[in-house]
């Protein structure tokens, strides 16, 4: 079963960082993009960042640039989301994602459509 478990939010003042994991298991990862989206009190899911199945591409959506990174180790079949500067309006659950096959080699989005499984999340609180 394919399972993807999120860890590392938690409350965090505002300029501060946090490091968020995803861990991936039940099946093989390196052949998927992997997103971070986020979803606040009241407000729809959004994407917040996309890796390739290489690691060789990101993506991120605009209010995020400069200050947030994802990256991947395969290996260890985990994904990271390194949150820096960081703000109250990044205040939410973040979950992290990836598709069922057939995917398209080299590629990723942040649109929720294209993702299938999906962690349980972890909150991230960004408050003084």
């Known amino acids: 079963q394919v399972q993807l478990v999120e860890s590392g939010g938690e409350l965090v003042q505002p300029g501060g960082s946090l490091r968020l994991s995803c861990a991936i298991s039940?099946?093989?990862?390196?052949?998927?993009?992997v997103a971070w989206f986020r979803q606040a009190p009241g407000k729809e899911r959004e994407g917040v960042s996309c890796?390739?199945?290489?690691?060789?591409?990101?993506f991120y959506r605009d209010s995020v640039k400069g200050r947030f990174t994802i990256s991947r180790d395969n290996a260890k079949k985990m994904v990271y989301l390194q949150m820096n500067s960081l703000k109250p309006d990044d205040t939410a659950i973040y979950y992290c994602?990836?598709?069922?096959?057939?995917?398209?080699?080299?590629?990723?989005?942040?649109?929720?459509?294209?993702?299938?499984?999906w962690g349980q999340g972890t909150q991230v609180t960004v408050s003084s």
């Open positions: 994602a990836t598709p069922r096959p057939p995917v398209r080699v080299g590629t990723c989005g942040i649109l929720t459509t294209e993702y299938d499984y």
């Open positions: 890796i390739t199945s290489s690691g060789g591409s990101t």
């Open positions: 039940g099946f093989d990862m390196r052949y998927y993009p």
